[in-house]
């Protein structure tokens, strides 16, 4: 299974798998995919898969299974892909590699088998594949009149010791703006941001993820957001931009937080 290397340190690569028989995969596998996707890195780099495991934030953001889901029962053979986010450039090579020396061994998710059939990493293969760099999202244009993103999958925050699932503007992009300066270039570095932005409309609702040890609410959906100042609203289209490669908000490395920007469409 050839897998084609591009030179862009923010990649969305999608990973198609096939069912290996008839049943009942549990519905949430965002842990299981993470650990898969940590094997493929050991194959490559074992320190590398080490110093990510044992990271307080990770470079990686991984979309739960997704696909032949309404099905009341998946047939050997049906169809599935989930999304790996990468924000770190370094990991890109030694996860490729990994995929390589898996070669076709099963992947069992959820105790429930797959086989990979395809690894995307262009938009040409997959819609959800993808790449960009940290330059070019910093020389991205403000997006006017407002920021929306959709968020497909529960997102939540950390406020003091309680969670708080509600969207605001003060907490999705200092998220977004802690990571990009984790992992972004110093040059492109953010000063502190004391955010002023304002939700302007939202259409989202409350889900629950079932994950090991216990459950997960996060509210899921689009949301429009304003900022009045125009150095705000520079830092923020940028930032939601970056925010399909690395997730929002807690538990992005188990399926959470997965969200895109939704570009207004040009007048004709």
């Known amino acids: 299974m050839a897998i084609f290397l591009n030179s862009h340190p923010l990649q969305s690569i999608v990973v198609e798998l096939s069912a290996m028989e008839s049943g009942h995969p549990p519905a949430t596998l965002g842990r299981a995919i993470h650990a898969q996707i940590l094997k493929w ?144 270039p110093e040059a492109l570095h953010f000063s502190e941001v004391e955010w002023e932005g304002l939700v302007s409309a939202y259409e989202l609702k409350t889900h629950a993820l079932r994950l090991e040890g216990g459950g997960e609410i996060g509210a899921q959906g689009w949301i429009r957001y304003r900022f009045p100042d125009e150095e705000q609203a520079q830092i923020a289209s940028i930032l939601a931009r970056f925010a399909f490669f690395s997730g929002v908000g807690r538990k992005t490395t188990m399926g959470m937080g997965q969200a895109k920007v939704q570009l207004p469409k040009p007048h004709k």
Do not use: C
């Open 41 to 184: 890195i050991q194959l490559g780099d074992p320190q590398l898969s080490e110093r990510i495991h044992a990271g307080q934030s990770s470079p990686l953001s991984v979309s739960g299974l997704m696909g032949n889901r309404r099905q009341p029962k998946t047939q050997a053979g049906d169809r599935f892909y989930f999304r790996i986010g990468i924000i770190d450039g370094t990991i890109i090579q030694p996860l490729l590699t990994g995929i390589e020396r898996w070669e076709t061994q099963e992947i069992v998710l959820g105790k429930f088998p797959f086989v990979a059939t395809k690894f995307s990493m262009f938009r040409d293969s997959h819609s959800l594949a993808e790449s960009s760099s940290y330059e070019s999202l910093a020389q991205s244009p403000i997006i006017k009149p407002t920021i929306q993103l959709m968020f497909h999958s529960p997102t939540s925050f950390k406020q003091k010791d309680k969670i708080q699932t509600f969207l605001l503007p003060e907490l999705v992009f200092s998220s977004l703006h802690r990571r990009w300066n984790q992992f972004a």
